[in-house]
């Protein structure tokens, strides 16, 4: 059974900084891209930053850009989320989310994605 496990998230202030982690098991991860992916209330889920198996190749959305910073241990089946300079915006639920394939592209679709965590709740204030 794949599982992905997020933890990090929290209540902040506006320019803090918070770093989200996600563990995953019951897959062979290194054969899987990563993304976050995010959720505000009454708002459709969007995407964050995504980064393919082998941590070479990483793609943002523009609102996060020089703010967050993906990155993977392969080792540890884990893909970690730094979050800096946070604003009232970035509130929301990030959820992980796995895709299948040792692509050297990085997928930024919902659908294209086959696993997701529960979520973790990340709060701004200002």
């Known amino acids: 059974q794949v599982k992905l496990v997020e933890s990090g998230g929290g209540l902040v202030q506006a320019g803090d900084s918070l770093r989200l982690s996600c563990t995953a098991s019951g897959l062979a991860f290194s054969n899987y891209g990563m993304g976050w992916f995010r959720q505000a209330p009454e708002k459709e889920r969007e995407f964050v930053v995504a980064i393919n198996w082998s941590g070479r190749s990483t793609a943002y959305a523009d609102s996060v850009k020089g703010r967050f910073t993906i990155s993977r241990d392969n080792a540890k089946n884990t893909v970690y989320l730094q979050m800096n300079s946070l604003k009232p915006e970035d509130t929301a639920v990030y959820y992980c989310?796995?895709?299948?394939?040792?692509?050297?592209?990085?997928?930024?679709?919902?659908?294209?994605?086959?696993?997701w965590g529960q979520g973790t709740q990340v709060t701004v204030t200002s």
């Open positions: 989310a796995a895709t299948r394939g040792q692509l050297t592209v990085v997928r930024t679709g919902t659908p294209q994605y086959n696993y």
